[in-house]
């Protein structure tokens, strides 16, 4: 399976970024499992920041990323999005893609992440 992400880049504290996630997986369960984002700062262990249930219906958020982050999915163009409003210098990271490996499942934790993407610079000015 690929993952690819887009939409990373150089933003001043209080913008906005929206995040994509392309999946390529062959057979017809690629979006039948649940995906999420993760962020890695430099020095740091990478963070859970927000999972969708396959179908949408689903989402969770670290504390970190709520009421700023939405997650969404468009399981017909196999593409995973994120949008980031109210951009804090202490969100710049590697943001991850991450696919899951339980079908149905309704949240992903990190033991449960079978694919992973290659990841995008979001950097975020002061």
């Known amino acids: 399976a690929q993952l690819v992400e887009a939409g990373g880049g150089l933003v001043p504290a209080g913008g906005s970024l929206r995040l994509s996630c392309t999946v390529s997986l062959s057979g017809d369960t690629s979006m039948m499992r649940p995906m999420g984002w993760f962020r890695q700062a430099s020095g740091k262990e990478r963070e859970f920041v927000a999972d969708?249930?396959?179908?949408?219906?689903?989402?969770n958020f670290a504390d970190s990323a709520k009421g700023r982050f939405a997650i969404s999915r468009d399981n017909g163009k196999q593409t995973l999005y994120l949008q980031m409003d109210s951009l804090k210098p202490d969100d710049t990271a590697v943001y991850y893609c991450a696919l899951g490996r339980v079908l149905y499942d309704t949240s992903l934790p990190s033991d449960h992440v079978e694919y992973w993407g290659r990841g995008t610079q979001v950097t975020v000015s002061s």
């Open positions: 969708i249930s396959w179908d949408g219906e689903n989402t």
